[in-house]
């Protein structure tokens, strides 16, 4: 597995962030490979939570997330660059459609290959 390109990778993961914050799905799909993997940060796959396959895939959770979260942001984005994995740490803020606040602190690992996003494997606070 070769080094990723930082600066490429940069480009990737600002515009693959703006398009979730506005809930442009076309514009998530369009960073990511067509085998792309989603690793969400619960479910019930064990060990990984959910995990999503397939641009198509992809699609569908994020509509279905679309129906249950009225808003969604994620932001105080950082991002740490391993040789072959970026991890990005996050605040992600919004609320459920039933008015429950979404106000925790997530971390990503991020897959690359062919110049796009590989594999999202999310991780979220627990807040109890």
Known sequence: MSAIDRDAAIIVLKAFG?????????????QVTDDFEWRLHEGP??????????QEAVRGALEARAKLIESLRFSETELMFGDNHIVGRFRATGAYKNGQIIDVRGTDIYSFRDGKISIKDSYWKRIT
């Not at 914050?21 to 369009?30: A, E, Q, R």
């Not at 796959?45 to 397939?54: E, I």
Request: proline share 4%.
């Open 18 to 30: 703006k398009a979730f914050n506005s809930g442009d799905i076309d514009g998530i799909l369009g």
């Open 45 to 54: 796959d064990t060990p990984d939570g959910r995990v999503v396959k397939g």
